[in-house]
């Protein structure tokens, strides 16, 4: 049904910057949240940041500061904005929908909540 495509990975420098895209093929439903999530090689798959059509955003604690996420309904889109980059960043980052967002009073940070999900994109942040 609803395909996820993000973009916007890469190779950076410790210190740098990236923006992440996720992009819907439709929109996902009346009422959605888009989060984001990562997987570093052996770890396990982690909550980021995420935000709805309707609903406020939220960012994990190890990036508040540094990362900021948007969204433009209009393209059922979703941006990841990445600052002052440091290796521990360094995973797969995944984008994924939440359908249910009318039923929530607030964006879901566990991935069970999610019914969509991308292929990720990969960030890999040198020292």
């Known amino acids: 049904q609803v395909q996820l495509v993000e973009s916007g990975g890469g190779l950076v420098q410790a210190g740098g910057s990236l923006r992440l895209s996720c992009a819907a093929s439709?929109?996902?439903?009346?009422?959605?949240?888009m989060g984001w999530f990562r997987q570093a090689p052996g770890k396990v798959r982690e909550f980021v940041a995420a935000?709805?059509?309707?609903?406020?955003?939220s960012l994990a604690d190890s990036v508040k500061g540094r990362f900021t996420i948007s969204s433009d309904n209009a393209k059922n889109t979703v941006y990841l904005q990445m600052n002052n980059l440091k290796p521990e960043d360094t995973a797969v980052y995944y984008c994924a929908v939440d359908t249910h967002g009318a039923f929530r009073s607030r964006v879901p940070t566990i991935q069970a909540a999610y019914s969509y999900w991308g292929q990720g994109t990969q960030v890999t942040v040198s020292s």
């Open positions: 935000i709805g059509s309707t609903s406020s955003a």
């Open positions: 439709e929109r996902p439903s009346s009422n959605y949240n």
